[in-house]
C-alpha cells in the first residue's frame, strides 16, 4: 500500500497481484496437507492436468506412507519438502482451476459467486502485471490529465482509489479463506 501512496501504481498493483497468487497457491499447499481437504480435492473433478497429477501424486504417496502423513499433518510445510522429494516443485497449475477448485471446497464462503470476484480482481491485477501502456505510471499520468514530469510526482486519484479497491478485494479474500481454513482444520 505504501507504493500506491507514493505514487509507484504499477509496482503496487504488481505486489497486490503477487499477494493474490500466494493466498491462492498457499491455500492449495495447505490443504494437500490435511487429509480432509485432500479428499475434498481429489473428489473434484479436475481439467488441469498439472492440478491433477499434484493432487494425485501427493494423495497417493501420502497413503503409501504413513509415517510421511503423520509428519505433514502435524508440520505442514513439510508439503513443500514433498513437492521437491516427489519432483513436483515445477508444476505449475493454472491459478484458475486452483480458486475454481478452493472454491468448490468452501473456502471462499460466504462471497456471493467468489470464482466470479477471483476471477475479476485476478484479472484485472493480470492487466496491470502485464505492463499495458495505460497501466505504467506515465500512462496512468496521462490518462489522468496529470503532468507526467511534475516534481513531487503528482498524485493520481483514480488509480490510487482503484489500488485501494482492489486492495480491499484481495484482503477481504484473504480474511475469510484464512477463517475458514482455520474453522475447517480445528
Not at 15 to 23: A, E, F, P, T, V
Not at 57 to 72: R, S
Not at 112 to 119: D, E, F, G, M, Y
Request: hydrophobic share 40%.
Amino acid at each position: 500500500m505504501i507504493n500506491a501512496l507514493c505514487n509507484y501504481y504499477n509496482i503496487s498493483f504488481t505486489l497486490l497481484r503477487c499477494s493474490l497468487d500466494m493466498l491462492i497457491y498457499g491455500l492449495l499447499y495447505q490443504c494437500l496437507s490435511q487429509s480432509r481437504f485432500r479428499k475434498l480435492l481429489k473428489d473434484n473433478k479436475i481439467k488441469d492436468d498439472e492440478l491433477k497429477r499434484l493432487i494425485v501424486t501427493i494423495t497417493k504417496f501420502l497413503n503409501e506412507n504413513p509415517e510421511e502423513l503423520t509428519h505433514v499433518e502435524e508440520t505442514s510445510a513439510h508439503i513443500f519438502d514433498l513437492l521437491d522429494e516427489l519432483k513436483l516443485n515445477k508444476l505449475a497449475p493454472k491459478p484458475a482451476s486452483v480458486y475454481k477448485l478452493l472454491s468448490k471446497c468452501g473456502l471462499f464462503e460466504p462471497i456471493k459467486k467468489p470464482k466470479r470476484v477471483i476471477a475479476r480482481v485476478y484479472g484485472k491485477l493480470s492487466f496491470n502485471i502485464h505492463e499495458h501502456y495505460s497501466t505504467l505510471d506515465v500512462g496512468r499520468a496521462v490518462t489522468e490529465d496529470k503532468e507526467i514530469f511534475e516534481i513531487p510526482q503528482p498524485f493520481l486519484e483514480t488509480s490510487a482509489r482503484d489500488y485501494l479497491q482492489e486492495l480491499q478485494q484481495v484482503l477481504e479474500l484473504w480474511r475469510v479463506s484464512e477463517s475458514n481454513l482455520l474453522k475447517l482444520t480445528f
